[in-house]
């Protein structure tokens, strides 16, 4: 029987990802870009079990959904495959996510699952090779692999398509201050909106556009240049949207809330704030702001009347292992 615990962060995306050209390899339809959030963390322990006859997942202490625990057997069974590996796995994942706040948990939690499950198998695997094991349990997850700040290429085969650092987490102090405007669970998910983003007319140009975007993106992180990211992150998410609105059948997360966050976020700025939105699929709005703006913003954000809760994260690390038995 062999251990090993990972904690990996959750991640926010600067340029988005959204579509396949592969929907069973994850395949990104283009690459994309984000930052980690420190304090947002899954922590997960594999223990590879000889005498299991299946997989087993305990999620924040409690047996799993069924849907979680096919999930997570689906992706070790790709692991298995991939690096040869046999027996069955026992899977406990805690999320230190605020509980139901809408805050998406397969980044962090199919990174902090890939990693441990291959070194609790006793294999030391490059960085590029966990992100592309990470992809193939959710896309996302891949970016929450390397540290800090992250571009996701876009390839047509299983290797092309890795993930690597472009800063490190202390390169520049970002905070995401993300408004909570609803804690429901969303009506689709990621996985299943990936599958129509090509049912919009609209997604072959913002594929086209996508490459463009990460390239000015990366310069914007690389030169701390604050007005040149809000431009680009919120194009990005605006463009996205779009295509989630224009696919049949239609996709809309934004609720009367976010676009108050949002409209708010653009004067803000025009104040002089260094802060931008961008949103995922669901109504959250992320503020991305300098850290020194960040407490005004948090306060501005906290007083409105639409918003539940607000949670900070700065720029986080990349996945780790914390304990190996
Ligand atoms: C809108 O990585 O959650 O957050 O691969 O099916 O797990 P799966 O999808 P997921 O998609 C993330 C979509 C997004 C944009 C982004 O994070 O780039």
Redesign the pocket.
């Known amino acids: 029987m062999r251990a090993a615990t990972a904690r990996a962060h959750s991640?926010?995306?600067f340029?988005?990802?959204?579509g396949?050209l592969d929907d069973s390899l994850?395949l990104p339809a283009n690459p994309?870009l984000?930052m980690n959030l420190d304090g947002l963390y899954t922590e997960t322990t594999v223990t590879w079990d000889e005498a299991l006859e299946s997989d087993t997942l305990l999620l924040n202490g409690q047996t799993a959904p069924d849907a979680a625990r096919q999930r997570v057997a689906h992706h070790l069974d790709a692991l298995r495959h991939r690096l040869d590996l046999s027996g069955y796995a026992r899977v406990e994942s805690i999320n230190n996510f605020p509980m139901g706040a809408g805050i998406?948990s397969?980044?962090s939690a199919?990174a902090a699952l890939t990693v441990a499950a291959v070194v609790a198998a006793g294999l030391e695997l490059p960085e590029r090779d966990l992100t592309t094991l990470a992809?193939l349990?959710?896309?996302?997850?891949s970016?929450s692999v390397p540290d800090g700040f992250v571009i996701w290429h876009a390839a047509n085969t299983h290797d092309g398509a890795f993930a690597q650092s472009i800063a490190p987490a202390d390169y520049w102090n970002l905070v995401d201050v993300i408004a909570i405007v609803s804690d429901q669970h969303k009506a689709v998910?990621?996985?299943?909106?990936?599958h129509s983003a090509t049912t919009s007319d609209l997604q072959v140009a913002r594929v086209e556009g996508a490459p463009a975007r990460v390239v000015a993106c990366q310069e914007a992180v690389l030169n701390r240049d604050f007005a040149a990211l809000a431009a680009v992150v919120e194009h990005d998410s605006n463009l996205?949207h779009a295509v989630m609105m224009t696919s049949r059948p239609q996709l809309f997360y934004w609720q009367p809330a976010s676009l108050a966050v949002m409209d708010l976020v653009r004067q803000w700025r025009a104040e002089g704030l260094r802060v931008c939105y961008t949103l995922?699929?669901g109504p959250n709005v992320h503020c991305i702001c300098a850290a020194e703006d960040a407490p005004v913003i948090a306060g501005r954000l906290d007083a409105l009347d639409g918003v539940r809760q607000v949670l900070q994260a700065g720029p986080g690390a990349g996945a780790r292992v914390i304990r190996r038995e």
Do not use: E, L
């Not at 998910?189 to 990936?194: D, E, V």
């Open positions: 991640n926010i995306a340029i988005k990802y959204w396949n994850r994309s984000s998406a397969s980044a199919f992809r349990g959710s896309g996302s997850a970016r998910g990621s996985t299943q909106g990936h996205m995922d699929a």
